[in-house]
Each structure stands twice: as C-alpha cells, then as structure tokens.
C-alpha cells in the first residue's frame, strides 16, 4: 500500500524558508534606517576585523564602527530599467521638480518578498531635499521628450502617489542577503549605524560587489 505524506516537500520546504529570511533581512534593514537615531554612513570599507568596522565616508571623515556578532548584510547589485515593470514594488530616491514630479536620483526593484516594506513618501538624506518614495508601480510610459530614454512612473502608496521621471542613466538595483565575504577592504558600502552605550555600532551594512557602489 502506497502511503502519502502529507508533509510540504523539501525544495519548497527550503523555498518558503528562503523568502521568509530575505523578508525579515529587508524588513529590518528598512526599520533601522527609518529610526529617528540611525544615522546612514555611505562610502568606501577602510579596515575590517572581527570586532570593528571602518568606513571612509563621502567627505572623506573615517568612521570607526564597532561590528556586533549578529551583524547583518545585504548585497545590492545593478539591474535593468526595463526591469522596473507594472505592479513592481520599488523605493526611489528623488528629487523634487517644480512641476509637482519627482526625478529619480535611483531606482530599488524590492524583492517579491519584501512588497510593502517601508511603504510611503518622506524625507531623505542621499542630496540636499531629496526625498524617498516606497510604493507600487500603478503604470509606467514613456518619459517626456526632455528625459529621452528614461520612464515615467505613476506610484501609489498608502495615503497618496507620485508622478517619479527616471532618466536612462540613472541607476536601478535590487537586492539580496550577502555574507561577510563582501565585507573587504575598498568595497563600497551603506551602513545603517546608532550609538549604543556610547560606541558608534554598525547594524546593517549593504554592499556592492567588486567596487559597485550602493546608489541609495
């Protein structure tokens, strides 16, 4: 007699546990940077070891970060602009423009499993009164002949949406965990850091591979 389990195969078994982890990566990586004391260091890995990370900021100031054992790390990596599709979760760094739009300054492609994280319009830190928009892609066409190439997004969020024009150099990204592998001296990195008990402490940091810089 032939018995049936009923249990959930092991490849998606591994598949479930796998979204549910990078989900978690992401939803924590978004709460931390959101947080009134975290502070976001962009820039270039000076020195690692086992307890400290240094950073060579945009200014050129080095930072000394203590790195906790539970450190997390993400790697970011370059996609297409044809990825950007209806329906896409994405967050965008922007500019705001006198027409009432936003230019992009960059583009993130959020993982299915990460649909919804950070959703909103706030404040944001990459340029002087740039801004940052996680929504859905509603539609998309076309950019106004003044930004040949590029597209035109129509986000919508939670309490409102916005009309974002990418241009075609600008640059989209998704990403996925990393390791600690990525953690070298020269890779280019965003750290999302607070003091704690006094010490400046890297909570999160997401990196690039072989020199590509995190555009957010």
Do not use: C
């Amino acid at each position: 007699m032939k018995i049936h389990s009923s249990s959930t195969p092991r490849t998606l078994l591994s598949a479930l546990a796998a979204a549910a982890g990078l989900a978690v990566a992401l939803l924590s990586a978004i709460a931390s940077a959101q947080s009134a004391d975290t502070v976001r260091i962009r820039g270039t890995l000076v020195r690692v070891d086992a307890n400290t990370l240094v950073v060579q900021d945009r200014t050129g100031e080095v930072v000394s970060l203590a790195r906790p054992a539970d450190l997390s790390v993400s790697e970011v990596y370059p996609i297409k602009l044809s990825d950007i599709r209806r329906g896409s979760f994405i967050g965008t760094a922007a500019m705001p423009q006198a027409d009432g739009t936003q230019k992009a300054l960059e583009v993130v492609v959020f993982p299915e499993a990460a649909r919804g994280t950070g959703e909103g319009h706030r404040p944001w830190d990459l340029l002087p009164e740039s801004t940052m928009t996680n929504a859905t892609v509603a539609d998309l066409g076309a950019a106004p002949k003044s930004v040949r190439g590029g597209q035109q997004l129509h986000l919508t969020y939670k309490g409102g949406e916005k009309t974002v024009v990418v241009p075609p150099d600008v640059p989209v990204v998704t990403f996925r965990p990393g390791t600690d592998a990525l953690l070298v001296p020269g890779a280019r990195v965003l750290v999302n850091a607070q003091e704690k008990n006094g010490t400046p402490t890297a909570l999160r940091v997401t990196a690039g591979r072989n020199g590509f810089a995190p555009p957010m």
